[in-house]
């Protein structure tokens, strides 16, 4: 099998909720191809919502060093991860991560993630530089993202829907999806 077969089949599995075979397609792919960004965010996911938060950080940590592309999603990743974890020093690193995203993000949508994380830009402003439909589902996730945090569920569950309905191909699609069957908790 090629690294691709084993990073696809590790996503049915934790869609399926078998994160114990899902971690190990993912060991097979990252084995295979160590220099893949998007092994790394697979098992990044698997590991989050396995509750390995730790491996999550960790593995979106190595996905930002891999691909400039990829840094700052990854930094706000890490910063839902140690908001909703909420452990000692978790909201310093969590500034940390905004901070590094901060710094890097130039696009209008990119600036307005990072500044709904950071309470600075409303929802309805977050949407409006959504230009597309795939990014309209990204926006709903960090709205939802931002909403968990200050600890309103039920208005986080109502974006997390939105973006499940908008792309399923979405790492954010995965996540929302995940979250709801959680129903919203951290």
């Known amino acids: 099998m090629l690294p691709e077969d084993f990073h696809n089949r590790a996503r049915l599995r934790r869609i399926f909720g078998q994160y114990d075979l899902a971690l190990k397609d993912h060991a097979r792919a ?66 940390q991560a905004l901070a590094a995203a901060r710094s890097r993000a130039s696009r209008p949508f990119d600036v307005a993630m990072v500044g709904l994380s950071l309470g600075e830009v409303s929802p309805d402003r977050a949407l409006i530089e959504a230009k597309t439909d795939r990014l309209k589902c990204v926006a709903h996730y960090y709205i939802g993202a931002q909403l968990l945090v200050e600890g309103r569920g039920d208005a986080a569950k109502r974006h997390f829907e939105q973006s499940v309905a908008g792309a399923h191909d979405l790492p954010e699609s995965d996540l929302a999806r995940w979250h709801l069957s959680r129903r919203t908790d951290p």
Not at 50 to 58: C, M
Not at 77 to 85: D, H, K, S
Request: proline residues 5%.
């Open 30 to 95: 990252i084995a295979l191809a160590p220099e893949e960004t998007r092994v790394y965010q697979g098992r990044a996911l698997t590991c989050r919502m396995s509750g390995d938060t730790d491996g999550a950080i960790e593995d979106f940590a190595r996905m930002a060093e891999l691909d400039p592309e990829w840094f700052l999603q990854a930094q706000l990743w890490i910063w839902e991860i140690r908001m909703l974890r909420d452990g000692p020093g978790d909201r310093a690193a969590a500034g």
